[in-house]
C-alpha cells in the first residue's frame, strides 16, 4: 500500500518539516508516503463569500486532479466534520484498505476548507480534532498518527495504549 498526502501549499516553517521528516522518515519501511503540495488559490485582502467558494472551487480542481482515479487509490479527507477515530481505530481501517490491495490519497485542505466536490468524492472524511490546527501543523500529526497506526499494525513497540 501506498500513502500520497494531497496538501494545498508548500510554505512550511522549518520546525514543522523538521518534524514531518522525521515521521516520514520512520513510517518508510512500513509505508510508501509521498507528498504532493498543490497550489493555493490566490487571495484578495478581504474576500467575499463568493471568493472563498471560489478559492474552495479552485483547490477542489487541483487535489481531484491529483487524486489517481485510474488505480485503487482510496480519498481520504480531512475534515473537522468528519468521524473521529482513534489511534486503534485509524490502524484497523488502514489495515482494511492493505488486505483490500488499495492505496490512499489523504487530503488536507486549504485555509478556507474543501470544496463539497471533494468532499462528494471521498470515501473517509476523517477529523483529527475538534481543536483548529494550523495547516503546516496538521502534516506533522497526521504523519506522526499514520506512524503509530502502522507500528500497531506491524507489532512495533512505538505505541504503548491502553
Known amino acids: 500500500m501506498k500513502a500520497r498526502i494531497l496538501t494545498i501549499g508548500n510554505k512550511t516553517p522549518d520546525w514543522v518539516q523538521t518534524g514531518f521528516n522525521e515521521y516520514h522518515k520512520r513510517i518508510q519501511p512500513m509505508l510508501s508516503t509521498e507528498v504532493v503540495e498543490l497550489a493555493a488559490a490566490k487571495r484578495a485582502k478581504n474576500p467575499s463569500d ?10 477542489g480542481q487541483a487535489i ?5 482515479t485510474s488505480g485503487r487509490e482510496q480519498l481520504w479527507v480531512l475534515d473537522v466534520k468528519g468521524k473521529m477515530l482513534s489511534t486503534e481505530g485509524l490502524a484497523d481501517k488502514l489495515a482494511d484498505v492493505m488486505q483490500q490491495g488499495d492505496d490512499i490519497a489523504l487530503v488536507i485542505g486549504g485555509a478556507d476548507g474543501v470544496s463539497p ?15 483548529t490546527m494550523p495547516h503546516p501543523l496538521v502534516r506533522v500529526v497526521l504523519m506522526e498518527q499514520l506512524y503509530r497506526a502502522m507500528s500497531i499494525n ?7 495504549g491502553n
Open 117 to 131: 466536490e471533494v468532499l462528494a468524492k471521498a470515501d473517509v472524511k476523517w477529523s483529527l480534532s475538534a481543536l
Open 50 to 59: 463568493a471568493n472563498l467558494a471560489q478559492y474552495r472551487e479552485t483547490e
Open 64 to 68: 481531484l486532479a491529483a487524486h489517481n
Open 154 to 160: 506491524h507489532n512495533h513497540p512505538y505505541h504503548r
